[in-house]
Nanobody
């Protein structure tokens, strides 16, 4: 099973950009589909984006379509979330998660393991 560590969070201004990274340990990263989820204070965790094990298929929550891009580099055992046009409502802890298999979607119960999360704050 892989272990996941996120990085790249921080403070961004509205309209700004951040790129999150999720580094996976182990040599079987390419056997996992990956997902990004987020949880804002006082709210339930929600799906953000997913990518299949080769990177050829992606899906997004409606509220990030056109602004966020998920990608992966299997040679570096890393999945990314590029976030553009950030809004204050994007403020949350962002976590990556792995699904052993070709592809997974937006159901968090399909993912295991999870990273510890990285804080993203969008504020002027």
């Amino acid at each position: 099973q892989v272990q996941l560590v996120e990085s790249g969070g921080g403070l961004a201004q509205p309209g700004g950009s951040l790129r999150l990274s999720c580094a996976a340990s182990g040599r079987t990263f390419s056997s996992y589909a990956m997902g990004w989820f987020r949880q804002a204070p006082g709210k339930e965790r929600e799906f953000v984006a997913a990518i299949n094990w080769s990177g050829s298929t992606t899906s997004y929550a409606e509220f990030v379509k056109g602004r966020f891009t998920i990608s992966r580099d299997n040679a570096k055992n890393t999945v990314y979330l590029r976030m553009n046009s950030l809004k204050p409502e994007d403020t949350a802890v962002y976590s990556c998660a792995a699904h052993f298999g070709y592809y997974s979607g937006n159901l968090e119960n399909d993912y295991n393991p999870w990273g510890q999360g990285t804080q993203v704050t969008v504020s002027s």
